[in-house]
C-alpha cells in the first residue's frame, strides 16, 4: 500500500520532484567527475617511452613518505649511486645505466641528451647512419639529416655536432616531451654534473627470466625502488608523480568544497519541494497519520527520485572527468600524456554520497511536517511557519561568529594559515546566512517595503506585502544567488590579491638592472664571463627550487606542502636583491645558513639563531642556521639558501637565470654586450615582473577552473530552485486573477519582487565575500585591500541578476496562462 501511496505522491508532485531529481543529478555528476581526478591522483599515470623496452627499471624514491597522508614528491631528481647500480651487475640481465642532459638548439628548442647506450631501453633502432664515436657525434631522432652540422647549448656554452645517423622507435613519444639525442657515451658523462650516480638503471632480462624479482633480492635493504609497467614512465617522467600528488591535494580540498555545497543546493531544494506540500502534511496529520508515516513516505519518496537521478548523473562523470582533465593539463597541474584511471569506484562512490546526502536532508526537512499537532499543521499549511526555530537562530549566530572570526585571523597570525583561515570562513557566513536568511530578509524588506507601500502602485503593493509575510519563500530565492556570489567572489578575488601582492614584491624586489636566462639554464662557468662585461657592477646568480619541511613526529607525520626555495649569491645580494629583510643580515647567507621569510619563518617555527631541518630537492636532509628574516616571501619564496647549496643538488646543476646590476648609464651597453653570448637573452625589470605574473596567473588558473566547475553547477541549482519556489506560487496568481488583478499587474509585481531578490542577493552575496576577501588581502600584504576586477565582479552579478530574472519571469508567464478556476482547483 506505502509503495502505491508513493508512486502515487510522485506523480501528483512531479513537479517539485524535478527540482530535487535535477539536484541531485547535477550533484552525482560533479561528484563522479572529481572522483575519477582523485582516482587518477592514486593510479594513474604517463607511459614510458625511452624505458619501454626495459623489463624493469632501477631508482632511487623520488618522494618523501609520509604515513597517513599523500606522499611529497621531490622538485629535483633523486639520483641512484653508483655503489648501488654495482650491485646489479653480477644479476643475469643487461644493465644499462641513463643519465639525462638539458641541450637546447640554436632555435631555442630544448632537447634531452642520453648516452648511446640507452638507446636499447626503448629501443631506438637506427634509420641510416651508425652510432657516435667520438665527443662531436651525435644521433638525432629530430629529423636532422645524415652528415648535417647542429649546434648544441648545454648551460648555453655550444658545441658543434656532426649528425652520424638517425633513430626512431616503436614507442611514440609525446609532442609536448622534449625530443631525444643520443651523443657519445664519453660525452655524456662530461656534460652530466654528478659524478658516482645515475639518473635510473633499465634491466633487460633474457626470456623466461624475472628481472624485477632479482633486483629486489639484489637491491634489499639500499632503499632503491624497482619499478615495472606504467610506474616506468614516472620514473622516467617526473612530473607524473607531481601531478599524481597535485590531483589528490587538489581534488580532495575542491572535493570537500563541491560536496558542502552539493548537501546544501541539495537541502534547500528538497526543503522548498517539501515546504509546498505542506497542505498534504497537514491533511495526513489531521486525518490520523503518525510522525513515523511521514517520515516513512518523505523518506521512499526521496530514496526513488535520488537514486534514479545519482545513478543517471555519475555516467556523465566521466565525461566531465576527461574534460577537466583536459583543462588541468593546459593549467600545467599535469602532463599532457598523463593518463586518467578509470574504474566504476567513482561512480558508485557519488551514488552512494548523493542518496545518503538526499536522504539525511529529506529526514531533516521532514522533521516540522511530521511532529506538528494537527490543528497546527492545518495553520501552517496556508500561512507557513510563524518564525524560525531557536536551536536554528542559534546555530545560525554560531556560524556567523566562527566566520567572522576566522577572517580576522591575520590580524593575529602570519601567512598562509591566516589566509586561509579567512579564505574558509566565506563558507561558514553562507551556512550562517542560510539559517539565518528569512530573518535578514525580513529586516531588509522592512526598510525598503516603506516607500513601496506609499507608491500608489497596486503591484509595489503587493510585492511589498508578499515579501514581508513570506520572507522564508522570499529567503529561499535570495540564498542561492549570495552563495552564487559570494563563492565566486571569494575565489577569483583571493587568487587575484595574491597574484597582485606577489608581481608587487617581485617587481620591487628585483634591484638588478636586467635578469639573463638561457632555454636550458646557464653552466657555471659563464657567470664569470658575464660579470666580466664591461659596464656590469654585479651578476647575481639564481637557481629555483623547492625544499620539503621535515614531517613532525619521529616516525614521521603529517608534511606540509613543499616550500619554494632560491639559491643566490649573498655577496651580490644588495646589488641585486631587495628582499626587505626584517631581522638578521643576508650577507650572512654562507655555508651551512639559509633565510626565510615571515612567514616560513612561522611555518616552520624558526627564529634567527636556530636550525630548520628541510628536504632540499634531491632528497638531501639539511639543518642550515637562520641567518635573516625577510618580508617579501610571496615574490621570492620563503626560502633562501647560499646558490651552491641549492644547484649542487638540482638534477642539471645549472643556474635559472643571473641577474645583473649595471654601473650608471650603462644598462643599454650591457644588454647589446650580452647578445653577443649565445644562447641567452637579456631582460629588463618590467619584463621579468610580467614573466612572473604569468606563471602565477597560469597557476591559479587551477583553482579558477574549479570555481568555475562548481559556479555552473551553481547556476543550475539556482535556476531549479528559483523556478520551483515560482511555480509553487500559481495558486496564489490564480487567486490574484479572479480578484481582479490584471495579467500585467500579477508580472509587474513579480517583476519588483524578482528585483528585490536580485538586489537582496547582490548586497547579501557582497557582505560575504568582503570579510574573508580583506582577511586574505591583510595576510598577503598587510593592508585590507584586497584586488578586485571591476569588470569580473561585474560579470558575476550579471550572470547571477539574469539567473534569477529569468527563472523567475519564465515560470510566472507559465503560470499565469493557466485558467485561474483551474490553479485554484489542482492546489
Not at 617526473?238 to 568544497?257: E, H, K, M, N, Y
Not at 556560524?399 to 589566509?419: D, E, H, K, M, T
Not at 639563531?609 to 632528497?619: A, E
Not at 642539471?652 to 646590476?661: K, S
Amino acid at each position: 500500500m506505502m509503495k502505491a501511496h508513493t508512486f502515487a505522491h510522485l506523480k501528483a508532485h512531479r513537479s517539485g520532484f524535478v527540482a530535487v531529481f535535477v539536484s541531485v543529478f547535477c550533484a552525482a555528476l560533479l561528484t563522479c567527475g572529481l572522483g575519477v581526478l582523485l582516482e587518477s591522483g592514486v593510479r594513474g599515470g604517463v607511459s614510458p617511452h625511452l624505458y619501454a623496452g626495459a623489463d624493469a627499471v632501477v631508482s632511487a624514491p623520488q618522494a618523501l613518505e609520509v604515513k597517513e597522508d599523500a606522499d611529497q614528491p621531490f622538485a629535483e631528481r633523486v639520483l641512484l649511486a653508483g655503489d648501488t647500480v654495482r650491485k646489479l651487475d653480477a644479476l643475469d640481465v643487461t644493465v644499462v645505466p641513463d643519465i639525462s642532459v638539458p641541450v637546447s638548439t640554436a632555435e631555442g628548442v630544448v632537447l634531452d641528451a642520453h648516452p648511446w647506450e640507452t638507446a636499447q631501453l626503448a629501443p631506438y633502432s637506427l634509420i641510416e647512419g651508425r652510432a657516435p664515436q667520438s665527443r662531436d657525434e651525435v644521433v638525432s631522432t629530430t629529423g636532422a639529416a645524415l652528415g648535417e652540422r647542429i649546434t648544441l647549448a648545454h648551460g648555453a656554452v655550444t658545441d658543434e655536432y656532426t649528425v652520424v645517423g638517425t633513430a626512431d622507435s616503436a614507442s611514440v613519444p609525446s609532442p609536448d616531451r622534449p625530443a631525444l639525442v643520443f651523443l657519445d657515451d664519453a660525452e655524456a658523462e662530461r656534460l652530466w654534473p654528478h659524478q658516482n650516480a645515475v639518473t635510473a638503471v633499465g634491466l633487460i632480462a633474457p626470456e623466461g627470466v624475472d628481472a624485477a624479482a632479482l633486483a629486489h633480492d639484489a637491491l634489499a635493504g639500499t632503499g632503491a625502488e624497482v619499478s615495472t609497467g606504467t610506474a616506468r614512465g614516472g620514473i622516467e617522467f617526473l612530473d607524473a608523480g607531481a601531478a599524481r600528488t597535485q590531483l589528490i591535494v587538489l581534488c580532495a580540498s575542491f572535493a570537500g568544497l563541491a560536496l558542502m555545497v552539493s548537501m546544501f543546493v541539495v537541502s534547500s531544494t528538497l526543503s522548498l519541494s517539501i515546504n509546498a506540500r505542506r497542505r498534504e502534511f497537514a491533511l495526513l496529520r489531521a486525518i490520523g497519520a503518525t510522525t513515523r508515516q511521514v517520515h516513512v513516505m518523505i523518506g521512499r519518496e526521496v530514496l526513488l527520485v535520488a537514486a534514479a537521478a545519482a545513478a543517471l548523473g555519475a555516467v556523465p562523470g566521466y565525461l566531465l572527468a576527461r574534460v577537466l582533465g583536459a583543462q588541468f593539463a593546459d593549467a600545467g597541474v599535469m602532463p599532457t600524456d598523463f593518463a586518467l584511471a578509470y574504474s566504476p569506484l567513482p561512480a558508485i562512490a557519488a551514488l552512494l554520497i548523493c542518496v545518503l546526502t538526499a536522504r539525511a536532508a529529506a529526514a531533516i526537512a521532514a522533521r516540522r511536517p511530521a511532529k506538528l499537532d494537527p490543528v497546527e499543521a492545518l495553520r501552517e499549511s496556508e500561512s507557513g511557519p510563524a518564525k524560525l526555530s531557536r536551536g536554528r537562530i542559534v546555530t545560525g549566530l554560531i556560524f556567523g561568529a566562527a566566520g567572522l572570526s576566522a577572517c580576522v585571523l591575520p590580524a593575529f597570525l602570519p601567512g598562509s594559515v591566516a589566509a586561509a583561515g579567512a579564505g574558509s570562513s566565506a563558507l561558514l557566513l553562507i551556512f550562517s546566512v542560510a539559517l539565518l536568511g528569512p530573518l535578514l530578509v525580513r529586516g531588509i524588506i522592512k526598510v525598503i517595503g516603506g516607500p513601496l507601500r506609499r507608491s500608489g502602485s497596486a503591484s509595489k503593493v503587493l510585492a511589498a506585502a508578499n515579501a514581508e509575510s513570506n520572507s522564508r519563500r522570499l529567503s529561499s530565492a535570495v540564498v542561492p544567488l549570495a552563495l552564487a556570489i559570494a563563492l565566486g567572489s571569494v575565489q577569483f578575488f583571493s587568487q587575484s590579491t595574491v597574484a597582485a601582492e606577489a608581481t608587487n614584491q617581485s617587481i620591487k624586489g628585483v634591484t638588478a638592472d636586467l635578469i639573463v636566462g638561457a632555454p636550458a639554464g646557464i653552466a657555471p662557468s659563464l657567470l664569470e664571463s658575464i660579470a666580466s662585461v664591461p659596464g656590469v657592477s654585479a651578476a647575481n646568480p639564481v637557481v629555483r627550487s623547492q625544499v620539503l619541511p621535515v614531517p613532525s613526529g619521529e616516525e614521521g607525520g603529517s608534511a606540509d606542502s613543499a616550500i619554494a626555495a632560491q639559491g643566490i649569491d649573498a655577496a651580490s645580494a644588495d646589488a641585486t636583491l631587495d628582499l626587505a629583510v626584517t631581522e638578521g643580515d643576508l650577507s650572512a647567507l654562507t655555508g651551512d645558513t639559509v633565510a626565510v621569510s615571515e612567514d616560513g619563518a612561522f611555518t616552520l617555527g624558526a627564529k634567527v639563531g636556530q636550525r630548520v631541518d628541510l628536504y632540499l630537492g634531491d632528497g638531501t636532509l639539511v639543518h642550515p642556521m637562520v641567518v635573516a628574516k625577510y618580508g617579501r616571501g610571496l615574490g621570492f619564496g620563503d626560502v633562501t639558501m647560499p646558490i651552491e647549496t641549492l644547484r649542487q643538488h638540482s638534477t642539471d646543476a645549472l643556474i635559472d637565470t643571473v641577474l645583473v646590476a649595471a654601473e650608471p648609464g650603462r644598462s643599454a651597453e650591457v644588454q647589446q654586450s650580452l647578445r653577443s653570448f649565445p644562447s641567452i637573452a637579456a631582460m629588463n625589470q618590467d619584463q621579468f615582473g610580467a614573466a612572473g605574473e604569468d606563471q602565477r596567473r597560469m597557476q591559479s588558473w587551477v583553482s579558477i577552473l574549479a570555481v568555475l566547475v562548481l559556479l555552473g553547477y551553481l547556476a543550475v541549482a539556482v535556476v531549479n530552485t528559483l523556478v520551483a519556489a515560482t511555480a509553487e506560487r500559481s495558486r496564489e496568481f490564480a487567486l490574484l486573477q479572479l480578484v481582479g488583478s490584471r495579467t500585467r499587474q500579477v508580472r509587474a509585481m513579480m517583476r519588483i519582487e524578482s528585483l528585490m531578490v536580485v538586489g537582496i542577493a547582490v548586497v547579501v552575496g557582497s557582505l560575504i565575500a568582503l570579510p574573508p576577501l580583506m582577511g586574505i588581502a591583510v595576510a598577503v600584504s598587510g593592508q585590507p585591500i584586497p584586488a578586485i576586477s571591476p569588470a569580473i565582479y561585474g560579470s558575476i552579478v550579471a550572470v547571477t541578476a539574469v539567473l534569477g530574472f529569468v527563472s523567475i519571469a519564465i515560470p510566472t508567464r507559465a503560470a499565469l496562462r493557466k485558467n485561474p478556476m483551474d490553479g485554484v482547483r489542482n492546489h
